[in-house]
């Protein structure tokens, strides 16, 4: 039997586990955006992440801070490594897509199969325990963890946006995304923001990927299965779109959660795939949202033919 | 004697799907590594309907392929109708999608897979005739796919890959070329799935994962993309490189990993250090004597 309170539970907890998803949309939909590349090898970027932080926490005994700082620190090198040896180099080549594709899910598949050599395949977490302390808000169990992984979800989003909007760096991706030569010819160097676009996906991967190693057990090959959700989300919040992509993530993250209230457990994971297809058929441009309206003052063009012919 | 038979078999099976793939990626320019879901395709729908319904093999086989065919015309067409990067992102979600549903559902056996599959041929029948029928086979696949590509349609499928406007201004229709190519090749691998069940008489889900398309992709990319024998020699290679590797005696824990990494790891190499492959494409349309010696009177 279905109370309010069910469906409230499953409703927060949708909503506080989408908090990874939509850094890992951001991430994707960010170099897809800038540097126009299906970036799979963030899948690589998250489990270099992950286990960097397990290697420190679980396997080490160092602190949760440390743990971050290692998993941020593994997941900016192998995004320089792939920036400069992987795609510097295909762009140089002129490689057709489908190539620039195969390497990064090459790449993904290489740490994945790495991961697996080294650590094995039982499925880890950073913490020893994924239980954490819960408090009742109204009939609402709230973890210490759903709190902090909504705020870092909602701060990364938000300097995300001050970052593209208020900083060199940030317009410079702007004016890539939409037309990097055109940019170039302006003097904005291409590559450099190429790679600073790559930082900042493994930045917002980093993070991502420490609040999911905390949250749920990983495997060498777990980050390729949620690559998909984040393709997903960036396909119906429409390409090119960061705001739809994260609005999506949640949405997704919510609706794939709360599936279980409808269907088999089994079943959920079947859910996201058919979503994709779905977007693929169905909403290929992504949901499209009515056009927000601008608030500025009109003016009235000055009668430049009127004014001419009467000096005439 | 037997395990002989069997690699030999399964690498006349990875010959069609690493020659029936190369025209789907190669000549096709097509971007897409859900191959392995279409062999998947053809091999489940060839046991269910022998075993569960009662189907003649032959008759089996060949509805496995028509429905590996079908379902690939469902995936390409929606998706390649907006743009080639979509069948890349739909055929990976159409082939994690299928495989959580024959993970999950009953008539498929479930993640234990499909057991009891018919034998194509009765044991009184020795195991040499099905290697000959399968290496038969995989030349045939590799010749039709060498004749598609030196023929008209090759042509067009050429033109329409090094350049689509141009190709859709002279009136052709670039959507219908691709998605016919993504089908052919797909029934193709459909065809070859059909005759994995029916040799080794069991799947699963499994075994046609992510990890399987790197595995075709790998066949063709090393063995050398857009030639005719490239894909063969790939899928030769790839096919015995590994089997020496359990010589061995690794653990199943390293075993299997390290198989990966020499999978994706010689795709890398190659990518970067030979992108042409083992077997480089020649030229394709070389002028033939008899042309050239019309030219030059």
């Known amino acids: ?312 | 004697m037997e395990y002989v038979y069997a690699v030999v078999i399964l690498i006349g099976l990875y010959i069609v799907l690493a020659a029936s793939f190369n025209l789907i990626i190669g000549y096709g320019g097509l971007i897409s590594i859900a191959h392995p879901i279409f062999y998947a395709i053809g091999a489940y729908a060839s046991a269910i309907l022998s075993r569960d319904y009662g189907f003649p093999i032959p008759l089996a086989m060949l509805a496995g392929t028509l429905i590996a065919l079908v379902a690939s015309i469902m995936v390409a067409l929606p998706s390649l109708r907006v743009s080639g990067d979509y069948l890349l992102i739909a055929s990976i979600g159409f082939q994690l999608g299928l495989i959580e549903v024959f993970k999950n559902a009953s008539w498929t056996g479930g993640a234990g897979g499909f057991t009891n599959i018919p034998a194509a041929l009765s044991a009184s029948v020795p195991r040499e005739v099905y290697v000959a029928i399968v290496v038969v086979v995989a030349a045939l696949a590799a010749l039709l796919v060498r004749a598609i590509a030196h023929g008209p349609y090759g042509r067009a499928m050429a033109a329409m890959r090094d350049d689509e406007v141009a190709f859709s201004a002279l009136g052709r229709n670039a959507v219908a070329m691709k998605v016919g190519t993504f089908a052919l090749g797909s029934a193709l691998a459909g065809f070859a799935g059909a005759f994995y069940a029916h040799y080794f008489r069991f799947v699963a889900p499994e075994q046609f994962d992510i990890l399987q398309s790197s595995v075709v992709l790998t066949m063709v990319v090393v063995g050398g993309i857009r030639s005719t024998w490239g894909p063969v020699v790939g899928a030769v290679l790839l096919q015995a490189l590994p089997q020496a590797i359990t010589f061995l005696n690794l653990p199943p824990a390293v075993l299997g990993p390290l198989q990966g990494l020499l999978f994706t790891g010689l795709v890398l190499v190659f990518m970067f250090v030979r992108p042409q492959g083992l077997v480089s494409a020649g030229e394709v349309w070389s002028a033939t004597r008899k042309g050239s010696e019309h030219a030059r009177s």
Do not use: H
């Open chain 1, 1 to 312: 039997m279905l109370s309010f309170d069910i469906v409230a539970q499953i409703l927060w907890t949708s909503f506080a586990t989408s908090s990874y998803f939509v850094l890992f949309a951001l991430a994707f939909a960010l170099v897809l955006k800038v540097n126009r590349a299906f970036n799979f090898a963030q899948a690589a970027m998250m489990t270099v992440a992950f286990y960097a932080a397990y290697t420190c926490v679980a396997l080490w005994g160092l602190p949760g801070w440390v743990g971050f700082a290692a998993a941020l620190a593994a997941s900016i090198i192998l995004a320089i490594v792939i920036e400069v040896f992987g795609f510097r180099t295909l762009r140089r080549r002129r490689a057709d897509q489908i190539f620039v594709f195969i390497f990064t899910l090459i790449v993904s598949e290489v740490v994945a199969f790495l991961a697996m050599l080294v650590f094995g395949t039982w499925p880890s977490t950073i913490f020893p325990s994924l239980f954490w302390p819960v408090t009742l808000v109204g009939n609402v169990a709230v973890s210490q963890w759903d709190i902090p992984a909504v705020g870092v979800a909602v701060s990364s989003v938000v300097v995300l946006f001050g970052f593209l909007r208020f900083t060199r760096t940030g317009q410079f991706m702007v004016a890539v995304a939409d037309n990097p030569d055109l940019a170039e010819l302006y003097g904005i160097a291409k590559q450099r923001i190429y790679l600073a676009t790559m930082l900042t996906a493994a930045v917002l991967v980093a993070l991502g990927m420490f609040l999911y190693g905390t949250r749920a057990q990983v495997q060498p090959t777990t980050a390729i299965d949620l690559m998909l959700f984040a393709i997903a989300a960036t396909i119906i919040g429409g390409i090119g779109n960061l705001w739809g992509a994260a609005l999506t993530a949640v949405v997704l993250g919510v609706v794939q959660n709360s599936s279980v209230l409808f269907i088999p457990s089994e079943w959920q994971g079947f859910l996201l795939y058919l979503f994709l297809f779905v977007a693929i058929v169905f909403l290929p441009n992504g949901v499209k949202l009515p056009a927000r309206r601008r608030l500025t003052r009109k003016t009235v063009a000055p009668d430049l033919v009127g004014a001419g012919s009467q000096e005439s």
